[in-house]
């Protein structure tokens, strides 16, 4: 399995970045989620997609963060919106081992991870 990842940069107070996650050698049947992590910080859940489409999100994003899957490219992105300094991190996605099930907020539960992306909001 190969995860690529591409997007993210320097964006000030209440801009938008879009991520991207290709991923090789596992079909859309396979959940998706997007980490960060934080300077001196622990990579927590952001967001994810399941086989389904259907998303899972935390509250710190929900409403701002949008997850989505292009099958025919097997992309996934996150569309970031009104980004704030608190949203500075390096962002991964990672592709969960087991399909037909739905995003796992632990990430011990992913095995392919993409290379990271830093994204760095100025206020």
């Known amino acids: 399995v190969h995860v690529v990842q591409s997007g993210g940069g320097l964006v000030q107070d209440g801009d938008s970045l879009r991520l991207s996650c290709a991923v090789s050698?596992?079909?859309?049947?396979?959940?998706v989620a997007w980490f960060r992590q934080a300077p001196g910080k622990g990579r927590e859940f952001v967001a994810g997609?399941?086989?389904?489409?259907?998303?899972t999100d935390v509250d710190a994003v929900k409403g701002r963060f949008t997850v989505s899957r292009d099958n025919t490219k097997n992309t996934v992105y996150l569309q970031m919106n009104r980004l704030k300094p608190e949203d500075t991190a390096v962002y991964y996605c990672?592709?969960?081992?087991?399909?037909?099930?739905?995003?796992?907020?632990?990430?011990?539960?992913?095995?392919?991870w993409g290379q990271g992306t830093q994204v760095t909001v100025s206020s």
């Open positions: 990672a592709v969960r081992s087991l399909k037909w099930t739905g995003p796992s907020s632990d990430s011990k539960d992913y095995d392919s």
């Open positions: 050698g596992r079909n859309s049947n396979y959940p």
């Open positions: 997609i399941e086989w389904r489409g259907v998303v």
